[in-house]
């Protein structure tokens, strides 16, 4: 079975300063792993996804990601916060090729909410 | 493009009224979802749509319906309507349900409240 962990519900730091959002996965076939953005009171934003290119993934607003698989993980980083980043991030896994049990439906993580601090 | 469209944006209904939450999308793709975004919980999937002609289950079907009129068009339905069900709405929609393309891509939201 899948399932995502987003390891903080809350993340602060200073503009200017980098960004991690971490995001542990499990996924029993070849995953296909995405970070969404949601500002408040809007829709989700696709910002990045992996399906087994490059691992270091690069996204929107200079945003990247890096899949490890020998440590499940698919972190977030940005090496400069700005204001407008803040906002929540959702990491989401999907088996990308189904198998039993598994139709490539998308698996949510509970969000991590970034504030950025002037 | 428009992308992914939903109405209304909000909504409030008493216990027992029914409603449906229409979602559209002009970028031709194959599958479609409905989730609920609740504090701390994420988006659950309620319903989903791989391609026209079908509908199956998600995570929290109980309490609604949905249809999927033509390839464009995916409704959501709440026969009867609970305080439970207070919550956001998204649509989404991808090229396929599974492959490489399965990138969903979101709608604005339906904010529906139940007195």
């Known amino acids: 079975a899948q399932s995502v962990t987003q390891l903080d519900s809350h993340v602060s730091v200073s503009e200017g300063t980098p960004v991690l959002l971490r995001c542990n996965y499990s996924?029993?076939?070849?995953?296909?792993l995405f970070w969404y953005v949601q500002h408040p009171n809007k829709g989700l934003q696709l910002l990045l996804k992996y399906t087994s290119a490059a691992t270091l993934v690069k996204g929107i607003n200079g945003f990247e990601a890096e899949f490890k698989k020998s440590e499940t993980s698919f972190h977030l980083t940005k090496p400069s916060a700005h204001m407008s980043d803040a906002a929540e991030y959702f990491c989401?896994?999907?088996?990308?090729?189904?198998?039993?049990?598994?139709?490539?439906?998308?698996?949510f993580g509970q969000g991590t909410t970034l504030q950025v601090k002037p | 493009n428009a992308g992914v469209t939903q109405t209304p944006k909000f909504q409030v209904l008493k216990t027992g009224q029914s409603m449906t939450l229409q979602c559209a999308q002009d970028?031709?793709?194959?599958?479609m979802y409905w989730y609920r975004q609740d504090p701390g919980m994420g988006l659950r999937l309620i319903y989903y749509?791989?391609?026209?002609?079908?509908?199956d289950k998600g995570e929290v079907p109980n309490g609604y319906n949905v249809s999927r009129l033509n390839k464009r068009e995916f409704s959501l339905r709440l026969e009867s309507a609970a305080p439970s069900q207070t919550s956001v709405y998204f649509c989404?929609?991808?090229?396929?349900?599974?492959?490489?393309?399965?990138?969903?891509?979101f709608g604005p939201g339906t904010r529906l409240t139940v007195l």
């Open positions: 970028m031709n793709h194959n599958s």
């Open positions: 989404a929609s991808s090229e396929a349900l599974l492959g490489a393309f399965n990138e969903q891509f």
């Open positions: 989401v896994v999907s088996d990308r090729w189904g198998g039993s049990g598994n139709t490539g439906k998308l698996i």
């Open positions: 996924s029993s076939y070849s995953p296909s």
């Open positions: 749509s791989a391609s026209e002609g079908t509908t």
